[in-house]
């Protein structure tokens, strides 16, 4: 009885955690905004739809600021099992926010690590898979016995190039024994329309300055090509002189050497008429 009266608790104290001041959500999208590069999914797509709806982000006609979504479990994982918590994230400048809790023994190989599947299931490692008890703060809680709480608070920013994909929180338990997790997590969009626009006048900004600065790279290898296209073509032009030069003297050659014959022939006829 007195675990389920703290569950709540724990519950209410994981959500408090997950509440992030306004102007610090915001500041955090328009600065990741700001420093936008486009996916190489968009960049290599022939149809230029792909880049410039990644760059536009959510439609404004009907965005009203979502609203955040949450989730949250205690969980038994298993012994020498593992356990994926799926996030689906589709609007680019969401902020995912954590607390994962481990309420167990002390064992160092309980392992945590996030990654990411793309739209076209390309997966990044957003953080490693490494033991939990390496990045986590301990809270000095506890609930009695040899059982300890350890908890870890983080957040990270979905942006765009990265939205929509979906986020695993992977778990994985290399020891024997059961160990009791409890996990909150929460998405939060952009807050507002403002925020919206403002991040895609930047990514628009960024994407043309990468776009320009790439043409400027690209003129000087197309100058490069165009003058070994140039090169090439006054060899083969060479090639082709010499050919019809050497043609000419073979053709020559052969009509002489035919002359040659025909006159030693006649010249054999005349003797032997002569004998």
């Known amino acids: 009885q007195q675990q389920q009266q703290q569950q709540p608790q724990q519950q209410r104290r994981q959500q408090q955690e997950l509440v992030l001041p306004q102007d610090k959500v915001r500041k955090a999208i328009l600065a990741a905004?700001?420093?936008?590069?486009?996916?190489?999914?968009?960049l290599n797509s022939q149809d230029p739809q792909t880049l410039i709806q990644e760059v536009e982000g959510p439609s404004l006609q009907s965005y009203q600021g979502r609203e955040p979504f949450a989730t949250e479990k205690t969980v038994n994982v298993n012994g020498e099992s593992s356990l994926s918590v799926p996030i689906q994230v589709d609007v680019p400048g969401s902020i995912v926010s954590y607390v994962v809790e481990k309420r167990s023994a002390d064992f160092s190989d309980f392992m945590f690590g996030i990654a990411s599947r793309n739209v076209i299931n390309e997966v990044e490692v957003v953080k490693d898979l490494e033991p939990f008890d390496m990045s986590?703060?301990?809270?000095?809680?506890?609930?009695?016995?040899?059982?300890?709480?350890?908890?870890?608070?983080?957040?990270?920013?979905?942006?765009?190039?990265?939205?929509?994909?979906t986020l695993q929180f992977?778990?994985?338990?290399?020891?024997?024994?059961?160990v009791e997790l409890s996990y909150s997590i929460r998405v939060l969009p952009p807050p507002d329309k403002e925020t919206v626009v403002l991040g895609r006048k930047l990514r628009a900004q960024a994407c043309v300055s990468l776009l320009e600065e790439e043409l400027r790279e690209l003129v000087p290898k197309q100058s490069a090509a165009e003058s070994d296209v140039r090169r090439l073509e006054q060899e083969v032009e060479s090639l082709e002189s010499s050919v019809e030069e050497m043609s000419k003297t073979l053709r020559a050659v052969k009509e002489q050497e035919w002359r040659s014959k025909l006159e030693m022939e006649q010249q054999m006829e005349q003797q032997q008429q002569q004998s």
């Open 33 to 42: 905004d700001e420093g936008y590069e486009p996916s190489d999914y968009a």
């Open 170 to 178: 992977q778990f994985e338990n290399k020891n024997p024994f059961n």
């Open 136 to 165: 986590v703060k301990n809270s000095g809680g506890s609930a009695g016995g040899r059982k300890t709480a350890k908890r870890m608070t983080d957040s990270l920013l979905v942006s765009a190039g990265s939205a929509p994909c």
